[in-house]
């Protein structure tokens, strides 16, 4: 399994951004998927998390009320949608997948790790 992180870029402040997770040759539908980030300097931390069954777990506090996490219909394909960026979320995105029911509490128990896609949010 190769996951693909993608849709970043250079973002001002306030604004929104769409990021998307596509595996290589399959679709992630019978995947758990989450979303991690990793500021310069910083540790990685767990963003979201969407489960097989399409539950929501937020890793991360600062991005509730900000970020979502969804499929697309055909369930090939999972977004984070990611509103009211500030320059704190300044990041290379991941995503990763594991084949577990619901969203781990470790972040070992996700198995594929995807590239990343950076995310800058400056004025």
């Known amino acids: 399994v190769q996951l693909q992180a993608s849709g970043g870029g250079l973002v001002q402040p306030g604004n929104s951004l769409r990021l998307s997770c596509a595996a290589s040759g399959f679709g992630l539908r019978y995947y758990t998927i989450g979303w991690f980030r990793q500021a310069p300097g910083k540790e990685r931390e767990g963003v979201l998390c969407i489960s097989r069954s399409d539950g929501r777990t937020y890793y991360a506090d600062s991005v509730k009320g900000r970020f979502t996490i969804s499929r697309d219909n055909a369930k090939i394909l999972v977004y984070l949608q990611m509103n009211s960026l500030e320059p704190e979320d300044t990041a290379v995105y991941y995503c990763?997948?594991?084949?577990?029911?619901?969203?781990?509490?470790?972040?070992?128990?996700?198995?594929?790790w995807g590239q990343g896609t950076l995310v800058t949010v400056s004025s």
């Open positions: 990763a997948a594991t084949a577990l029911m619901l969203c781990p509490r470790s972040f070992t128990d996700y198995t594929y």
